[in-house]
């Protein structure tokens, strides 16, 4: 039997509750083909609390000889100030590992009656390729002059070449696998420097996709485009913040924040990518056994098909459209009255309905 080493991340809030159900829908999902041997760490606000640190000094080096990695959400506010969090973990996890692209599917599940009156899951089904290491997230800046009135904070973007193109062509790889429709999104009219080599780019590589169709979108044409006609996104492509942003809309369109996973993919060979549910930790719900675990279970079955077990997450991916279908077992956040273990046990019942 195959096995897997998979480390394990909770993290913080809701993270703490909908992992356990994933893990668990994934167990039963591989049942006799793989063996899943999980591995937690502990990290995230409480381990910042003990430690004065969201993960060990040698934390990304620990995650570095697993398969894969289960992440779920971190972040304590008011507790811990959230940029502490996010550059104290997933941040450095994402730039150290070099997770290059952010893989984030929108789709809208049978069943379930998403915000826009007269679209069906027909028209929702898109995949956003979010650039995961640089962008707008690049971490360099600086503040100067800090607490008098002439305080400056400079927040400053990083596109290379290298890393643009890479993120560019994977989508037009995935574009190439689906309907053969890229939406580039940037914001070139006012960003003369970064955003504009972005296109550039785009057009560079598209000569090597003939058979994909290429839009270029400005990112708030982008956001109302989404909403008035989701049907023209098949595979969008866009920079951390830009995608970071639309993939929080595409979210809402898919009825509930809790309802979508991400793909973290490493560049290389032999490193681990890391899988986890777009939404944070949920403070406002968080300890109640209520939040919505299928972004989670959906992660894990995209963790699993990069693992080559594309039967188990075929299968689970069917078992989480009979459950919006039936729509009897659903969290609040989808109108029902469900807890998060019972929609896991569910999902469980389905795999093999
Ligand atoms: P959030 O995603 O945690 O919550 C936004 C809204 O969606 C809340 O009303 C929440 O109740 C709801 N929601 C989220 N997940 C849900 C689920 N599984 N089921 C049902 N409802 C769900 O975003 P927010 O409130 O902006 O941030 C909270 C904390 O999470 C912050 O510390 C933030 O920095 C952190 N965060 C962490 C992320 C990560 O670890 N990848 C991503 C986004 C935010
Ligand atoms: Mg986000």
Avoid: C
């Avoid at 290491?133 to 305080?151: L, W």
């Avoid at 300890?287 to 080559?308: Q, Y």
């Amino acid at each position: 039997m195959q096995q897997f080493r998979i480390a394990v991340i909770p993290g913080d809030g809701v993270g703490k509750e909908v992992i356990p159900v994933g893990q668990r829908v994934l167990e039963a999902a591989v049942a006799q083909e793989a063996q899943l041997d999980w591995h937690l760490f502990p990290w995230g606000s409480d381990f910042y609390r003990q430690t004065g640190a969201l993960m060990p000094p040698d934390g990304v080096e620990q995650l570095r000889r697993f398969d894969a990695i289960y992440f779920g959400a971190v972040g304590d506010p008011p507790h811990v100030p959230d940029h502490v969090t996010l550059w104290g973990l997933l941040l450095p996890i994402r730039k150290q590992l070099d997770l290059f692209v952010n893989v984030r599917p929108i789709r809208l599940f049978p069943g379930i009656r998403g915000p826009l009156r007269d679209k069906g899951p027909e028209d929702i089904d898109m995949i956003f390729v979010r650039e995961n290491t640089e962008g707008e997230y690049a971490g360099v800046g600086g503040r100067v002059h800090v607490g008098t009135p002439h305080e400056v904070a400079l927040e400053t973007s990083v596109f290379s070449r290298f890393n643009v193109e890479r993120v560019v062509r994977f989508a037009f790889e995935l574009a190439r696998s689906r309907r053969k429709h890229l939406t580039s999104i940037t914001k070139s009219n006012a960003q003369r420097f970064g955003m504009v080599l972005w296109d550039e780019i785009v057009q560079e590589v598209a000569r090597d996709y003939p058979d994909v169709t290429v839009t270029s979108l400005l990112v708030d044409a982008a956001a109302a485009l989404m909403v008035r006609a989701p049907e023209r996104f098949d595979v969008a492509v866009g920079s951390n913040l830009f995608a970071d942003i639309l993939t929080d809309l595409g979210a809402a369109l898919m009825g509930s924040l809790g309802l979508a996973p991400s793909a973290n993919l490493a560049a290389a060979p032999g490193v681990p990518s890391l899988f986890e549910p777009v939404h944070g930790s949920a403070p406002d719900i968080a300890g109640r056994g209520i939040a919505n675990p299928i972004g989670t279970v959906w992660a894990g079955a995209m963790m699993l098909e990069h693992l080559g077990l594309t039967d188990a997450a075929r299968r689970i991916l069917r078992a989480i459209e009979r459950l919006t279908n039936e729509g009897k077992v659903l969290t609040p956040d989808l109108g029902g009255t469900a807890t998060t273990e019972q929609v896991g046990k569910r999902i469980i019942e389905l795999l093999d309905a």
